[in-house]
């Protein structure tokens, strides 16, 4: 099932590299712990990162009351937001054809503050366990007082794209035998093993949520 | 040296995380293939993710001409930039204290496209040398027709801060004997070793320059 294409998000420029459907798109979204979000604040443009959770065609981000970023989403009434996962760095022999390997998707979506309580909790949920699956079973669950200081954002997914490139250095026929190295270096987030904070017992055992974390991350693809 | 605060760069939520002094700011500038670039094109906010230079207050993109992002930055004639770079990831007892451990930093900037041809030769040796140091000087520079079709611009910091967190997952006092696990899983991004291109002798040995990146990409800190 593919998003439709607008002029909001039809990949202009090496259009060999889009992808519309949503098991492509919602894959990348899911493998980011980062999305960054686009807003326009007094006539200017400013980006900002943040973390967010998805569930189907609905993404969540959270922040504080009053926070400028998510007052200028819910004024726009929608937005634009932007995750890029980078997967290998490509060296030509030209200048020219430096590249990388990387997955990106544009997100375009609807935005409303969620303000009933179970609609603000389910969000947290989305966002709990976008950070690691399954958490959210395994933590104490917000206070009235902490869901009234929380703002809960819902982004009703409206279009999006993916951008892939996943290929070799490609020099230009002509240039392929210049005396230059030319080659790949390949680039992946390594997790490294949970360690437990100071008020944990040394001797505890790492739960099952947080180990296939753990191993699903360093999983060799 | 600190980046002067303004209504565009003080950091409002968390102060304690704020930094403005260069050296900081460049160094997590530095330590990122990829900003993300907020524009306003047709009346909405866009982001989107591209590779850079920089040299001392000045920062380098590069594009293909009549590009939408370009198009948009040298009309509004400054820009708003934004690297993140995720260092670890915090679970608590309580959902509402999860974090995160990161790097971020904003550039405010003013923008120029760059037309003279050792200007835009000097933009893309930035961008370069930023992707692999010294990569500049190993590879073919660019002939007056890649140069043609090379739309090159320049950002000069105007203003920028940076937002740190670099603590332990952090329970209020009231939490931390509550029976869920917490504790902190540390994140970096992991070099492979550089994998020469189709088009090479195999037994070609790999440059300084590629060697010394991977081997600096790897270090422990």
Redesign the interface.
Known sequence: MDYQKSK?NKV??NSQKAAYDKKTIHAILDAS??C?????HEG??????I?FGRENEKIYLHG?LN??MTN?IIA?K?????V?I?DA?K??????H?S?N?R?V?VFGNVRELTDKEAKLQG?KSI?NH??PN??E??????DK?LKI?RVIEISINTASAKIANS??D?NEE????N?????????????????????DKN?T??NH?LD??HKKNQVD
């Not at 240039?175 to 210049?178: A, D, G």
């Open positions: 909001l202009v420029r712990e980062v960054h979000i686009a807003f326009i200017r443009a400013f980006v900002q990162p973390n504080s926070n400028r200028a726009a929608e937005v634009c937001l932007n890029m980078l760095m060296l030509t022999r030209s200048a020219y430096h990388v990387y990106s544009m947290l709990i950070f690691v958490r959210w395994h933590c104490r669950k917000p206070t902490e929380t070799p250095p020099d240039y392929r035998l210049l230059y190295w030319a080659g790949e270096i390949q680039v992946k987030p390594s997790y490294a093993y949970p360690v437990p904070d100071t008020y944990m505890s790492i739960p947080v974390f753990y």
